[in-house]
């Protein structure tokens, strides 16, 4: 669950405890939160923009004021389910099937969001608050709004699923609270696996932005204000800049110079990015990196030029943009109190304010009929996510059909004229405006995805380019594959001194494709990152290799080690987290504690196939087989589709030299993952030394065609043609290799000997 008011500015302050009276007189006592009625005696203009804003309604009692939904008596089916939502005096109730599959009465506690759906929290033992899946749509009739609706209309998700709404995976205390609420503790008991949650405001208020605000107040009451006013952080990103138009180009430029990194986005992406927590004490005014992961642009969430794609909201997209870049902030679009366009409904109105209307707004520039299309219809396509809630992507980019073609990217043109075909549009726009398309990174991500030949130099190249975002340099370092040439790893080694922090933790994220004793000497020096994200990163790269460290480094990696651990602990009511604890115990030598975290992960999440795994593994080295195979079956008879526990259960029995239950294990691994290169490539390994060889170079062969970029499968193709006499076919093999990967002297080696 994600909040759903898009466009506001405001963020939440989290701290670990209720609550707390203002210490009035002492300046060096914590400050404390204290009310949104605290600011509007001096700041009523503020306050009654907010009172109407989706931050003050983003969490609210389910009361007759507050719930928009029809609980009339109106039935819901949904596939085999029937849910009846009713009222009792003031009370609200649905009638819907619990975690046993069984109609209950469920009383609504409290409503979750407004616009343009609002769900219902209710309450279960434990102190969970737990989503409706069923939404009540808010929109008019008209719009097709004014009705019930499911937000997983598709697929019957049942009891026993893991998305079931009763479940862990739809409890608000860990995926919602924090962007809800105002000075949120989520206080997660992980023996009795239960929540005593506290916030100082339900909705999301005005020190959920500025921070707590008694010395503020105090400082207000006294007349005589001093740093920053008394709160913790100074969102003003303008400064003294204004924006002035530029004659030639018909665009506005800052007056000066920005001279520290923007704070808003910072603050916004909090809760307006797809990110993880990785402390469990926000810190107003620092940079994102300092409490959260941001993703980079990761395939599945966002497409290969950098389009949203899943539910990432506006943070990733928004640092792509030009408009970042020259300096826009939050609140030259958005007003910060009320989360509106500070010109009102008209988007068109507020792109004029720095975008020359006689020169954009013209049939000459859209080559559309004169009020035919907003600014917004060709540069912020929206898509929909909850099923009805439309997000505007915020890099504001060009659209460019071609990119649709090549690399299946969507386009603005279609996304309107969806009656005609991507080459109909890509003409369009080469009649229009020429042949001068400017792809940038995205014909590199897509040819680092797609496996195409020259991927990596591609990346290089477009991730050197410093005018691209660091974003995006990021994430084509991450899609960098190994093996390596030299000057693809002298690439990784200077983007990890790179300025900029999506830079270095795609640059750190690349490492594993490199030799362990590379991986902590490189690491090593990003344990004592500025930013807490890239240091527990690089604690996490350095922890398998920590005996290879170089000296010095020892005691920087102890401290990087205890913060990976101390934000493992922040999500303490995850399961991975625990297996996290287990695999980090586990590199210290300390399997006790290792194990004693994977059971506490198991007992949270049995079906946790990621955890079963690695807690095998840990027997492993262990010596202690019999019980990593007790591991893997129990979860193969609780997830008996899962074909990671098959694959890992598979080794564990050649290892034990039960050779024809573990190459069934690994077969059947490769037919529920036959998406996986992996499970094929140690298939055709398997079969090989069992003497199927014919059988593993046919399984090989249909795997080079499936994943052309995989340098494992085509180097065992190529040894085992090899070792057949097979010289000629195992050559042409090589000769691809050393075509996709140049510069790698294995390969050369084996041309010499073929």
């Known amino acids: 669950m994600r909040p759903l008011s898009l466009l506001a500015v405001c963020l939440l302050g989290v701290a670990c405890h209720p609550m707390d009276e203002p210490s009035a007189g002492d300046p060096s006592s914590p400050p404390a939160y204290v009310g949104a009625r605290a600011c509007s005696g001096c700041h009523e203009a503020e306050f009654e923009l907010w009172r109407e ?93 004014q009705r019930w609706f499911h937000l997983y209309p598709d697929e019957p998700i049942t009891h026993d699923d893991r998305l079931h709404w009763t479940g862990r995976e739809q409890n608000w205390n860990f995926m919602c609270a924090e962007c809800h609420s105002t000075n949120l503790a989520k206080n997660y008991d992980v023996e009795g696996d239960s929540y005593n949650t506290s916030w100082s405001e339900l909705n999301v208020s005005c020190e959920a932005c500025h921070g707590p605000a008694s010395r503020h107040v105090v400082q207000a009451e006294s007349g005589d204000f001093a740093s920053r ?84 909201y506006v943070y990733g997209s928004f640092l792509q943009s030009r408009m970042y870049q020259a300096g826009v902030s939050c609140t030259d679009c958005h007003e910060p109190h009320s989360g509106a366009l500070r010109s009102g409904a008209d988007p068109n109105a507020i792109c004029a304010t720095c975008h020359e209307p006689t020169r954009f707004s013209t049939t000459d520039h859209h080559k559309h009929g004169q009020g035919a299309v907003g600014c917004v219809d060709c540069h912020m396509p929206s898509r929909d996510y909850m099923q009805n809630d439309g997000r505007r992507d915020h890099s504001f980019r060009i659209p460019y059909p071609e990119l649709t073609i090549t690399a299946g990217t969507p386009n603005a043109c279609n996304q309107c004229h969806t009656d005609r075909s991507d080459s109909w549009a890509a003409t369009a726009m080469e009649d229009w405006y020429g042949d001068t398309p400017r792809y940038g990174f995205a014909t590199a991500i897509h040819a680092a995805r797609d496996g195409q030949a020259g991927a990596n130099e591609l990346l290089r190249r477009e991730a050197s380019n410093g005018r691209i975002s660091g974003i995006a340099r990021g994430t084509m370092v991450h899609e960098l594959h190994a093996p390596f040439s030299r000057e693809i790893m002298l690439f990784i080694r200077q983007s990890l001194a790179g300025p900029d922090p999506f830079v270095r933790l795609g640059a750190l994220r690349a490492l594993p494709g490199l030799q362990p004793e590379l991986q902590a000497e490189w690491a090593a020096p990003l344990l004592q990152d500025r930013l807490l994200a890239i240091r527990i990163e690089a604690a996490r790269i350095v922890s398998p290799y920590r005996t290879l460290l170089p000296p010095g480094y020892e005691n920087a990696f102890g401290s990087a080690e205890d913060e990976l651990i101390a934000a493992a602990e922040a999500n303490a009511d995850r399961p991975e987290s625990h297996g996290n ?134 180097w065992a193709l190529a040894t085992m043609l090899r070792d057949q006499g097979r010289n000629s076919a195992a050559r042409e093999i090589a000769e691809g290799l050393l075509r996709r990967y140049p510069g790698q002297p294995q390969v050369g080696k084996l041309l010499e000997s073929l």
């Open 53 to 145: 804003s989706h931050h003050a309604r983003a969490m609210q009692h389910a009361t007759p004021d507050t719930v928009l939904g029809d609980f009339g008596d109106v039935n819901f089916r949904y596939f085999e389910t029937t849910s009846t939502f009713f009222r009792r005096d003031d009370d609200f109730y649905v009638r819907t099937d619990d975690a046993n599959g069984e109609l209950r009465d469920f009383r609504i506690a409290y409503t979750f969001g407004v616009e343009s759906l609002q769900q219902y929290l209710i309450e279960f033992p434990g102190g969970r608050l737990q989503p409706l899946p069923i939404a009540w749509d808010t929109r008019p009739a008209g719009e097709g709004g």
């Open 581 to 714: 604890l287990g695999n980090i115990y586990a590199d210290a030598g300390d399997p006790d504690r290792a194990i004693a975290e994977f059971e506490t992960a198991l007992r949270l999440e049995p079906r946790s196939a990621v955890v079963r795994v690695n807690f095998a593994d840990l027997y492993r080295r262990l010596g202690r087989e019999a019980d990593a195979e007790s591991v893997l079956r129990e979860g193969t008879a609780l997830v008996p589709e899962d074909a990671a526990l098959h694959h890992s259960l598979g080794l564990s029995l050649i290892r034990r030299d039960r050779r024809k239950e573990g190459l069934a294990e690994l077969q059947l691994a490769y037919e529920l993952g036959p998406e996986s290169p992996g499970y094929l490539y140690v298939l055709a390994v398997a079969l090989n030394s069992l003497g199927q060889a014919d059988d593993a170079i046919s399984l090989l062969q249909s795997g080079v065609d499936r994943f052309p970029a995989d340098f494992d499968i085509q």
């Open 229 to 312: 006013s008394g709160l913790l952080t100074d969102l003003n990103d303008a400064g003294r800049a204004v924006w002035e138009m530029d004659g030639e180009t018909g665009i506005a430029r800052r007056s000066e110079l920005r001279m520290r990194p923007p704070i808003q986005p910072e603050a916004c992406g909090r809760c307006h990015s797809r990110r993880s927590v990785i402390s469990a004490n926000y810190v107003f005014g620092k940079s994102l990196f300092d409490t959260h992961l941001p993703v980079l642009l990761e395939d599945g969430l966002y497409f290969p030029d950098g389009q949203i794609r899943d539910e990432v």
